[in-house]
T-cell receptor, first 116, second 111 residues
Framework: DGGITQSPKYLFRKEGQNVTLSCEQNLNHDAMYWYRQDPGQGLRLIYYSQIVNDFQKGDIAEGYSVSREKKESFPLTVTSAQKNPTAFYLC???????????????FGNGTRLTVT | GNSVTQMEGPVTLSEEAFLTINCTYTATGYPSLFWYVQYPGEGLQLLLKATKADDKGSNKGFEATYRKETTSFHLEKGSVQVSDSAVYFCALMDSNYQLIWGAGTKLIIKP
């Protein structure tokens, strides 16, 4: 079955260390997204990419970086510059083909990052 | 700019009660509207959607009608179950394929 795989499910890091969260999809979707979710809040967009080798900053990109070298993969690096990195991170993808304007996002099961 | 406003939670109901979770939006044009559900410890899943005025989305006993005159997309279910306990997110998709999210409403169903 097609889907989005995020790994690991739980991640622990020391303050000051960079950490990379994995996101892989086999849905053949062009667009991929990273969201951050904090308790009691909605989703906030970190970065998104609509085609390979191109990505755009979302609402809260500071302290994060991404790459999109392959269509299937969109890893997120949480750098030491991110002041409050502890959160639940969700990766998503969608089709952007003509006619799929209404295409919903497909989500992975998330990675819970704890930085101490 | 575009925005989505949901009723604050948590919403606590007894099993078999009637559910309404309010969602209103502000947007230019005719956005598509979505309800997503997030079960504990998981990502979000699309619950239902509506793409134009007066459309009714439905799935798993849940319904929502796209009301352009009141800019609303309220989620309803006639008889909730304990397994419906989750966080529900209302969202709209703008013309740039970007989803604008509500803050989410936590639903707790007691047996």
């Amino acid at each position: 079955d097609g889907g989005i795989t995020q790994s690991p499910k739980y991640l622990f890091r020391k303050e000051g260390q960079n950490v990379t969260l994995s996101c892989e999809q086999n849905l053949n979707h062009d667009a991929m997204y990273w969201y951050r979710q904090d308790p009691g809040q909605g989703l906030r967009l970190i970065y998104y990419s609509q085609i390979v080798n191109d990505f755009q900053k979302g609402d809260i990109a500071e302290g994060y970086s991404v790459s999109r070298e392959k269509k299937e993969s969109f890893p997120l690096t949480v750098t030491s510059a991110q002041k409050n990195p502890t959160a639940f991170y969700l990766c998503a993808s969608s089709s952007t083909e003509l006619g799929s304007y209404n295409s919903p996002l497909h989500f992975g099961n998330g990675t819970r990052l704890t930085v101490t | 700019g575009n925005s989505v406003t949901q009723m604050e939670g948590p919403v606590t109901l007894s099993e078999e009660a009637f559910l309404t979770i309010n969602c209103t939006y502000t947007a230019t044009g005719y956005p598509s509207l979505f309800w997503y559900v997030q079960y504990p410890g998981e990502g979000l899943q699309l619950l239902l959607k509506a793409t134009k005025a007066d459309d009714k989305g439905s799935n798993k006993g849940f319904e929502a009608t796209y009301r352009k005159e009141t800019t609303s997309f309220h989620l309803e279910k006639g008889s909730v179950q304990v397994s419906d306990s989750a966080v529900y997110f209302c969202a709209l998709m703008d013309s740039n394929y970007q989803l604008i999210w509500g803050a989410g409403t936590k639903l707790i169903i007691k047996p």
